[in-house]
Each structure stands twice: as structure tokens, then as C-alpha cells.
């Protein structure tokens, strides 16, 4: 069973940066493709960025390519997202996902979930 926990969430103005971590335990991080998705309030659960087991290969959300990169340390179990050019509309709620495959992967189907940490842009 893998454990994710993601932090780094918080306010910051539009415009700012934030970066999200996503830690991973019980598992062997570097066998599985990583990703981000994002809920905002009233809307379904979105694709915002995926990378593949060694890092090579990512794949963004057009809604947040150049601004969003996704990156993966696997010596430390960690995942993270370098949020810059932050807009009011990226207000969400991230989850962190693991699925058990070497490729990128886009769609929900992911196996294990963080519990999310919330980011709000202020305009």
C-alpha cells in the first residue's frame, strides 16, 4: 500500500509561485508514474501534470504548460509541482497520484491518492 502526502499548498497573489511536494512511503516510488490533478470547488477532479518513473517524460495540462513543472527526486520518495505565473483560476485543491505503471499517465485512473492540499490565488 502506498501513503502520499503532499504539502506546500497556501495563499499567494496572482502572479506568485508555490511549490507542491508530495512524499510517498510503502511502496517502491520508482517503479510508478507519478501526477497532479487539481479540484476546484463545484467542478470535477482535473489532469494538471504527469511524469513518468524516471523522470524523462512529462506531460502538462494546456491550461498550465509553461508555467507548471512537474519533477521527481525517486532517491527521496518525492514528487513536486514548481507552480509559477500563478492565476486565480488554478484556486484548487492538488492531489497528489501513484499508478502503477512506468509511462505517464493523464486520465483518473490512477491507484493511490493523496489527500489533497489546497492552493488559493488571490486576484
Known amino acids: 500500500q502506498v501513503r502520499l502526502v503532499e504539502s506546500g499548498g497556501g495563499l499567494v497573489q496572482a502572479g506568485g509561485s508555490l511549490r507542491l511536494s508530495c512524499a510517498a512511503s510503502g511502496g517502491t516510488f520508482s517503479s510508478y508514474a507519478m501526477g497532479w490533478f487539481r479540484q476546484a470547488p463545484g467542478k470535477e477532479r482535473e489532469f494538471v501534470a504527469a511524469?513518468?518513473?524516471?523522470?524523462?517524460?512529462?506531460h502538462y495540462a494546456d491550461s498550465v504548460k509553461g508555467r507548471f513543472t512537474i519533477s521527481r527526486d525517486n532517491a527521496r520518495n518525492t514528487v513536486y509541482l514548481q507552480m509559477n505565473s500563478l492565476k486565480p483560476e488554478d484556486t484548487a485543491v492538488y492531489y497528489c497520484?501513484?499508478?502503477?505503471?512506468?509511462?505517464?499517465?493523464?486520465?483518473?485512473?490512477?491507484?493511490?491518492w493523496g489527500e489533497g492540499t489546497q492552493v488559493t490565488v488571490s486576484s
Open positions: 497520484a501513484a499508478h502503477r505503471t512506468f509511462r505517464v499517465v493523464t486520465t483518473l485512473d490512477y491507484n493511490y
Open positions: 511524469i513518468e518513473w524516471s523522470g524523462t517524460r512529462t
